[in-house]
């Protein structure tokens, strides 16, 4: 199989028969083989009963539907487990990615050699208050990751086989499934200009609370990669610092006693609030230093200790 295209969505259904018959069109016209992979996000409309009927009329369609509303990650994450083509593109269903941009995308991958192509809305059709929050965030991650994209959160990717096989999407990392594939050793990775369409129905599922999670999560993603598996790099580090800090304090106002010991109005020690700040950094830092310590040993003792991939075997 050519391609598998992974559609998560929540209330479209006026949107997924015209963009069904979009892609089978694109699909006829290059000849490529093909599954359409819709993921049903605890859709509260009559989305399912769509997904049903075209699962009917074409053949090349397949359906998941969650309980509830999880979020697109875990919406992307069970449709790549299903993912059987050599190229996975992942779009959106609400008619704002073009299926035209297929045929490129797929030449990219199969062609050009690249891991992972990400779509890049130069021109967008949305109001300010998401463009430049996008902006904001799209710099925020360049600068964290290394990566040079300029619009990680676009929908519209296309993906080798073995990379959605070998990474774990998970709460709203959908954003960062770039910078899983580059963790995952999956590096030729670079960005295609696409078309970006005004919705035609529906409302926008955009909220500004999103960016505050993208944040959270964009700190996240990054301790983990570096220091998911050595945890006491972060924390012993920052523990032996802090108390090496809090000692030295310590001894020096244990010195500067003994050189003032004749003076009468030199302070004792412990009247000094330095003395406690010294007292506290110590503390702390052995804190840190256990932390990082009880991370070790429980990564020690995890069944996931040794979690690498393997990319082809001969």
């Not at 190229?87 to 990615?97: C, F, K, P, Y």
């Not at 990082?292 to 082809?312: A, D, L, P, T």
């Amino acid at each position: 199989m050519n391609i598998s295209v992974v559609i998560p969505l929540f209330n479209e259904e006026e949107s997924l028969p015209e963009l069904m018959r979009w892609i089978d069109q694109v699909m006829k016209v290059n000849a490529y083989s093909y599954q359409v992979i819709m993921i049903d996000d605890g859709s509260e409309d009559e989305s399912w009963k769509v997904i049903e009927n075209l699962s009917q009329e074409y053949g090349t369609v397949r359906g998941i539907r969650f309980t509830r509303n999880y979020g697109k990650s875990a919406a992307l994450n069970e449709g790549f487990a299903i993912a059987e083509g050599e190229v996975v593109i992942t779009m959106d269903a609400d008619l704002q990615d073009s299926p035209e941009e297929i045929p490129e995308l797929y030449r990219m991958i199969t062609v050009q050699g690249y891991h992972l192509v990400s779509g890049w809305k130069q021109k967008r059709y949305d109001p300010l208050s998401k463009t430049i929050p996008t902006r904001l965030f799209n710099w925020a991650t360049r600068k964290m990751s290394g990566i040079y994209l300029h619009d990680f959160n676009c929908g519209l990717k296309s993906y080798a086989l073995p990379v959605v096989q070998s990474i774990e999407v998970y709460g709203e990392m959908h954003r960062y499934i770039p910078i899983l594939a580059k963790d995952a050793g999956f590096k030729r990775i670079t960005e295609k200009v696409v078309s970006h369409q005004a919705r035609k129905y529906g409302k926008s599922k955009f909220g500004l609370n999103r960016f505050v999670n993208g944040l959270l999560d964009l700190m996240s993603i990054s301790f983990m990669i570096r220091f998911g598996k050595k945890p006491m790099h972060f924390f012993g580090l920052l523990g032996l610092l802090s108390t090496f800090t809090g000692l030295a304090a310590t001894i020096w106002l244990i010195v500067y006693k003994l050189i003032n010991i004749n003076n009468p109005h030199a302070r004792d020690i412990t009247d000094k609030p330095s003395f406690y700040i010294a007292l506290t950094m110590m503390i702390i830092g052995v804190q840190m230093f256990l932390a990082g310590f009880i991370g070790e040993m429980i990564g020690r003792n995890s069944s996931e200790r040794n979690v690498y991939k393997i990319r082809e075997r001969i």
